[in-house]
């Protein structure tokens, strides 16, 4: 019996103990931590979200490129909405009836207690016309924010635009502070640095009546936030040379961009056709849009950094610096014009070194070139020794930053393809016999003047030439050269060397002097010599079995002292001393002069058509 009474007494105290944690928890709940109290008061409190000012965007000379500007998204929250009187409400907002069940059935899908957007991008006046009337409609409230305003009608590839965030995003963990209608950067620059551009939000409670009439903050703001706005981006981007870049390729396809070697700041990024960003910005953007994704000429495609082409004839530099490198060829090695091997385009001097092959671009010089690179009788047969030189060749020719993403700052960049002896045991296995078809030099030699299975990008292609400029190393190519006030990201400042000794690239020079100032080179019409400006560069015609030709040059400027690397990459314009050439040559002197002499303004022609006798189409 004792025991019994010793265990009732113990049972007592627990539910004793019990009841006091409970006391004390209400207490806390209900008198110390006001969080509590704000819960119960939802139905008298609006939970207002600021979305802070999104960063700016400024070119290399502090010139504005995008700014904000303040526009009203009309909310609602479903579970707020009384005796809703759709056709009046539709007649106020001007919308039609089905977008109206369309928002609201999408709203109630993603929460019935947090608001979501039904008209967006709502301007000042529009606010004016509506905002007496919609408190005859609970549940709708008026939330402002800033909207990108875009300050040039250039450079659209490469800003990207922003957008009414989606579902499919949504579902994303790296979205998931992110609430239906607010914006987010769809592409481009406003994509890859959304985290620094966005800020933080802030959050504010206020009071309101039944007919959502503000009655002032709650608790004096003691559980507001503030926002805090994202941060600039200064980019290397010279606004004026994109501009006047944008003008050379009017009316055709192609790309054109020209990197700061010193640097990998990128100066200038074309792509041809290109559009307004305004375009994608505002009220019926999402048609705008539309219009644009099914434009046959494809204006929202990337070019300079999704297009990959065979690089042409510009493309023989680099097997020549391999072939030095191997020590298989001399700055003095003289092949013959032999075109049973392959075809010659022009009839030529005889290419008795380098500098003449390559100011002549002289096809049958350049297959004998690779020829030595890769048969180097490291096996007994012709297949196996073939296979072997060409993965030493592959290995080499990548460090160029070629056949790999250069790290850019844009999330779409593709890879291009240098190809290696598991792509050709690929391509020549027979399925039906299944079995591997051997493969030689013979098979491959379109390599060595840049035809072939070879891809490359736009942009790798400038790359190449500010390593070349650099004589053998080169920056990750980039556009944002600060953020805030801080200068060049770290990545950016890393110098990449190629597998080619410094040494050699001085021998490849004067060849590439020769072709746009030595008489009879093939890129005359990037010759800036009258200016007292010294241009090394290389053309290249691509061959295109859709039509004609494409036109390429690369180069870069002052030889000496390099300050500008340009590819150009115009589609369906022959060859490429006629319009790739001049267009490269119009955009040396425009950021090195600062202007293009007025006589040379006739030359924007032979970019726009390539040859006088024929205007080409595409």
């Not at 499919?168 to 959304?194: H, T």
């Not at 926002?227 to 006047?244: K, M």
Request: proline share 6%.
């Amino acid at each position: 019996m004792q025991y019994l009474e010793g265990r009732k007494y113990i049972v007592k105290g627990i539910f004793l103990v019990v009841a006091l944690i409970f006391l004390t928890r209400l207490f806390f709940m209900q008198v110390l931590d006001g969080t509590y109290k704000l819960a119960a008061d939802r139905n008298t409190l609006q939970r207002l979200v600021q979305t802070p000012y999104r960063g700016l965007i400024y070119d290399r000379n502090n010139e504005l490129l995008v700014q904000n500007t303040p526009v009203y998204d009309l909310m609602v929250v479903p579970r707020e909405v009384k005796g809703l009187d759709s056709l009046r409400f539709c007649e106020l907002l001007q919308i039609p009836l089905e977008d109206l069940r369309e928002s609201l059935l999408a709203a109630k899908k993603y929460s019935r207690n947090k608001p979501s957007p039904v008209v967006q991008n709502l301007t000042t006046p529009d606010l004016a016309a509506i905002s007496d009337r919609l408190g005859d409609f609970p549940g709708f409230r008026i939330q402002a924010r800033m909207a990108r305003a875009y300050r040039t009608p250039n450079l659209a590839h490469a800003l990207g635009y922003v957008g009414a965030i989606t579902p499919a995003f949504l579902e994303k963990p790296k979205y998931a502070k992110y609430r239906p209608g607010e914006n987010v950067g769809i592409s481009g620059l406003e994509s890859y640095y959304e985290e620094t551009l966005m800020g933080r939000r802030g959050v504010q409670y206020k009071m309101v009546n039944v007919r959502g009439i503000e009655k002032g903050k709650f608790r004096d703001g003691e559980f507001d936030t503030l926002s805090v706005a994202g941060q600039d981006l200064h980019l290397s981007i010279d606004a004026e040379l994109q501009a006047y870049g944008e003008q050379l390729l009017a009316g055709r396809r192609g790309s054109i961009v020209a990197i700061d070697p010193k640097t990998g700041e990128i100066l200038a990024f074309v792509s041809a056709p290109h559009y307004d960003p305004k375009l994608l910005s505002g009220k019926g953007s999402g048609n705008r849009y539309m219009a644009l994704l099914n434009d046959p000429n494809r204006p929202l495609f990337d070019r300079p950094l999704m297009a990959t082409y065979p690089p042409g004839s510009v493309f023989k530099l680099v097997n020549e610096l391999v072939a030095l490198q191997l020590g298989v060829v001399t700055p003095n090695t003289a092949f013959e014009c032999n075109q049973r091997l392959v075809r010659c385009t022009h009839r030529h001097e005889r290419p008795s070194n380098v500098s003449i092959a390559i100011k002549q671009s002289c096809n049958p010089y350049f297959y004998q070139v690779m020829q030595a690179a890769v048969v180097r009788g490291q096996a007994p047969n012709k297949y196996d020794d073939a296979r072997i030189g060409l993965g030493q060749w592959q290995k080499m020719v990548k460090s160029f930053g070629l056949g790999e993403k250069l790290g850019v700052d844009m999330s779409q960049e593709k890879r291009g393809l240098i190809p290696s002896p598991e792509f050709y045991d690929k391509k020549f296995f027979n399925k039906k016999e299944n079995r591997q078809h051997r493969w030689s030099y013979r098979n491959v030699y379109s390599l060595s003047i840049g035809q072939g299975e070879i891809g490359i990008t736009g942009l790798q292609m400038a790359n190449v030439l500010a390593t070349i400029a650099n004589r053998g190393y080169y920056y990750t190519p980039h556009f944002v050269r600060g953020i805030g006030n801080g200068g060049p990201l770290p990545q950016y400042r890393e110098r990449h060397y190629t597998a080619i000794d410094t040494t050699l690239f001085k021998h490849i020079i004067p060849g590439m002097m020769q072709v746009v100032d030595g008489n009879g080179g093939t890129g005359n019409l990037a010759s800036l010599a009258q200016f007292g400006i010294s241009v090394a560069g290389k053309t290249g015609t691509v061959q295109n079995p859709h039509g004609f030709d494409h036109a390429t040059f690369a180069g870069f400027a002052p030889v000496n002292n390099p300050r500008i690397a340009i590819s150009v990459f115009i589609e369906n314009s022959g060859f490429g001393g006629t319009s790739a050439a001049p267009a490269a040559g119009l955009m040396i002197e425009k950021y090195l002069r600062g202007k293009v002499a007025p006589h040379r303004k006739n030359w924007e022609d032979w970019v726009m058509y390539g040859d006088f006798t024929k205007k080409l189409k595409y």
